[in-house]
């Protein structure tokens, strides 16, 4: 094993967790490695809801470019991050095992929540803003962007009764307040708690390296929740949540897209055995298109490029 395995990553204190993560299960199995940690553009243009800025794949683009180039060998990227379209020449390699898929929300009190006060709570995502106002629909929803510990410093020092996170980006880091409330009734991000590895097409070494850290119900259930993502969106970015979970050789699916303001709501449940779920997210999605989604995405496009 004479090659150096470069892991390519961003600089944020997740990600430089994840990297890490995968680079020392790589050693474990004998292969030597690096990390290269990089600032993506995402991370760097802070100023402007994500959204607004009108192109996907923002902070994982830096990467495809360090990668193509040949800078790096494998990038490690949170799952939910990654376009469902790869781009030319890279391919998925590995999913790690899954970590707790749920959001939570981070607060200083949570007594507005009972008492039906009004409240700011703020989110950079149009999933988790929809999925708020339509359950509290008094309450204000405020943009908030940035890495994990820039928004939880951006929380303390607002106004703000709250703010929502993804409870895997918080446990990494060690930083999961003990009283933050687990949001189970908020569908996820398709991926959510998943960490993806991607390589060169071309580089058999590196592919065989990284075939050893792939968990294969993980990426079961991740490519059955973005096959529901990508045949939704049609390349914009929208309130869409999805998740799978399996248990006893079956999948339990459930999938939802909401309205920009939370009102509107299509929701699928399905479940169905292990060996037939193949196609289940494209299925869902199509399902969901006919129920009213087909509509309901035309009206977020439109919308969001009212934005742009
Ligand atoms: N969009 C940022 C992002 N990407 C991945 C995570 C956390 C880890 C994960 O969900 O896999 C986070 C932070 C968050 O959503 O609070």
Not at 217 to 236: K, M, P, W
Not at 281 to 308: F, P, T, W, Y
Request: aromatic share 4%; charged share 25%.
């Amino acid at each position: 094993m004479s090659k150096i395995i470069r892991i390519g990553t961003r600089d944020s204190e997740l990600a430089l967790w994840q990297a890490t993560t995968v680079q020392n299960k790589l050693e474990t199995l004998g292969y030597d490695t690096i990390l290269v940690p990089t600032k993506s553009m995402g991370d760097q243009v802070l100023d402007k809801p994500l959204y607004e800025l009108g192109v996907t794949g923002i902070f994982t683009k830096t990467l495809d470019v360090a990668l193509l180039k040949g800078d790096i060998d494998v990038a490690v990227h949170s799952m939910k991050d990654v376009p469902t379209q790869l781009p030319k020449g890279i391919v998925q390699v590995a999913v790690l095992e899954r970590a707790v898929t749920h959001d939570i929300l981070v607060h200083k009190g949570s007594g507005f929540l009972e008492q039906d006060q009004p409240a700011t709570i703020a989110t950079g995502s149009l999933r988790r803003k929809a999925q708020w106002l339509n359950k509290y629909p008094d309450h204000k929803v405020v943009d908030l962007r940035g890495n994990v510990n820039t928004r939880l410093l951006k929380l303390i020092e607002n106004n703000w009764q709250g703010a929502i996170f993804a409870q895997a980006g918080l446990e990494r880091i060690k930083l999961l307040p003990k009283d933050a409330i687990q949001l189970d009734w908020m569908v996820p991000a398709p991926a959510q708690g998943a960490m993806l590895v991607v390589a060169k097409q071309e580089d058999d070494f590196t592919q065989q390296a990284l075939a050893h850290l792939n968990h294969s119900e993980t990426e079961v259930a991740t490519t059955i929740e973005r096959e529901f993502l990508r045949t939704l969106e049609g390349g914009c970015t929208a309130p869409i949540g999805a998740l799978a979970q399996i248990k006893d050789k079956k999948v339990h699916f459930k999938g939802v897209v909401f309205s920009l303001d939370g009102k509107q709501k299509i929701e699928i449940k399905k479940e169905v055995k292990l060996s037939e779920a193949k196609n289940l997210g494209k299925a869902c999605a199509e399902e969901v298109l006919k129920n009213g989604g087909d509509k309901l995405m035309q009206e977020i496009r439109n919308e969001n490029s009212a934005v742009h």
